[in-house]
């Protein structure tokens, strides 16, 4: 199935600095989300790209979809104590039947932000 | 509207024995996926299903197994519970036909 791998695993920022994750697949992707997961919460949804070096932003949110749609990005502007969390890729793995997926999710980056 | 609702929220179970989880979707969801994340392995996708049937498996034994019922609730159920079954197992669901996933707030199972 579908893989991907998602770097850094871990990032420590200080409050301002800006941050960036990175996923990488070797196939290419019909399309990738991406979720946030604060301290013990729950993993939800941000948004999901599907056209070729599609970038979509989100106030301080910056998502990229690579021109061959093996590789996506995303950019945090200024960071501040509330971006705090894990961020996940993940890719449809291809379920069976129309409407169906299987999503693969990235290992995450582990966002901490210094006050 | 309500969000997807999982119950019990923690768990502490010893080996050997079995265990069900239980979701509740958003009202309107037919699709229901489970994932057990752990510190290890991450969000790894167990199954899914859809109008009572399973439309997905992960790559899980068949210790773990589901199902959906008619008004969309689902169960999991993990039989010879393993210490390595330990883990946040969290359900979402979502719209037919959409790739967002709501998620529940998750099942901390503990084997022990």
């Known amino acids: 199935g579908q893989q991907v791998m998602q770097i850094p695993q871990y990032q420590h920022v200080q409050e301002g600095e800006d941050f960036t994750t990175y996923c990488n697949s070797s196939t290419t992707l019909s399309n990738i989300q991406w979720y946030k997961q604060r301290p013990g919460g729950h993993p939800v949804f941000l948004i999901q790209l599907v056209k070729s070096g599609e970038v979509k932003k989100q106030k301080r949110l910056t998502f990229q979809f690579g021109e061959a749609k093996k590789n996506s990005s995303l950019h945090i502007t200024a960071t501040q104590t509330t971006d705090v969390g894990t961020y996940f890729c993940?890719?449809?793995?291809?379920?069976?039947?129309?409407?169906?997926?299987?999503?693969?999710f990235g290992k995450g980056t582990k966002l901490s932000v210094i006050p | 509207k309500a969000g997807v609702t999982q119950t019990p929220r923690y768990l502490i179970k010893t080996r050997g024995q079995q265990v069900t989880l239980s979701c509740s979707p958003i009202?309107?969801?037919?699709?229901v996926s489970w994932y057990q994340q752990t510190p290890g392995q991450g969000l790894q996708f167990l199954f899914e299903?859809?109008?009572?049937?399973?439309?997905n498996k992960g790559n899980f034994p068949g210790r773990f197994s589901g199902r959906q019922f008619s008004n969309s609730r689902s169960e999991m159920n993990v039989s010879t519970l393993e210490l390595g079954d330990s883990a946040l197992y969290l359900c979402?669901?979502?719209?037919?036909?959409?790739?967002?996933?709501?998620f529940g707030p998750g099942t901390r199972l503990t084997v022990l």
């Open positions: 993940a890719v449809d793995g291809g379920g069976s039947g129309a409407g169906s997926y299987q999503l693969t």
């Open positions: 979402a669901s979502s719209w037919q036909g959409a790739v967002e996933q709501f």
């Open positions: 009202s309107g969801h037919r699709s």
């Open positions: 299903y859809f109008s009572e049937t399973q439309r």
